[in-house]
T-cell receptor, first 114, second 112 residues
Framework: NAGVTQTPKFQVLKTGQSMTLQCAQD?????MYWYRQDPGMGLRLIYY???????DKGEVPNGYNVSRLNKREFSLRLESAAPSQTSVYFC?????????????FGPGTRLTVL | LAKTTQPISMDSYEGQEVNITCSHN???????ITWYQQFPSQGPRFIIQ???TKVTNEVASLFIPADRKSSTLSLPRVSLSDTAVYYC?????????????FGAGTRLFVKA
């Protein structure tokens, strides 16, 4: 039982390049989330998927797109990377949609955009 | 959702009990208090959640007074491995997880 896995762990991009961050969970959870964390700050929600087949914007969605490929996988795409997107990206999942449900986080992807 | 206020940082020594207090003056009737822990280079991890009075698990205790305007996370006999950032969150029962808001947290540094 791996929990929430993310790939890659590290990535360096040049401005304007694109990439997709992958996330998978093996806990049969319904809801999945993408957050970003800038140095010394808390997490900000980028997008979330309350259930398979649905996605919605969070607090900071600009510059990102997501795909809920199936119940297990939730990917985050940067179409044209910008230095402001340099951050650590965390994927999380929870069993249900309730805010009181525990969110389980992956190890993160450290992204640097030059 | 109620805004939370917690100390930016705290220092402690191994073996001591650490209490981190979080203020949430505008907490609503159906709000719960949740704490997460984040080690360096890792994602946050759920520690404990409560509504009122006291909740205890194998990791920590959570004390919530009757007015619920504050809460205290208590870590008994900390060790060096408890060095982490601790987030106090107010989450509203019946709403979606997308309303979970992580602030800057409290950086706890445990010294030998």
């Amino acid at each position: 039982n791996a929990g929430v896995t993310q790939t890659p762990k590290f990535q360096v991009l040049k401005t304007g390049q694109s990439m997709t961050l992958q996330c998978a969970q093996d806990m049969n959870h319904n809801s999945m989330y993408w957050y970003r964390q800038d140095p010394g700050m808390g997490l900000r929600l980028i997008y979330y998927s309350a259930s398979e087949g649905t996605t919605d914007k969070g607090e900071v969605p600009n510059g990102y797109n997501v795909s809920r490929l199936n119940k297990r996988e939730f990917s985050l795409r940067l179409e044209s990377a910008a230095p402001s997107q340099t951050s650590v990206y965390f994927c999380a999942s929870s069993l249900g949609q309730a805010s009181t449900d525990t969110q389980y986080f992956g190890p993160g992807t450290r992204l640097t955009v030059l | 959702l109620a805004k939370t206020t917690q100390p930016i940082s705290m220092d402690s020594y191994e073996g001591q009990e650490v209490n981190i207090t979080c203020s949430h003056n505008n907490i609503a009737t159906n709000d719960y208090i949740t704490w997460y822990q984040q080690f360096p280079s890792q994602g946050p991890r759920f520690i404990i959640q409560g509504y009122k009075t006291k909740v205890t698990n194998e990791v920590a205790s959570l004390f919530i007074p009757a007015d619920r305007k504050s809460s205290t996370l208590s870590l008994p006999r900390v060790s060096l491995s408890d060095t982490a950032v601790y987030y106090c969150l107010v989450v509203r029962g019946g709403t979606g997880g997308f309303k979970t808001i992580f602030g800057a947290g409290t950086r706890l540094f445990v010294k030998a």
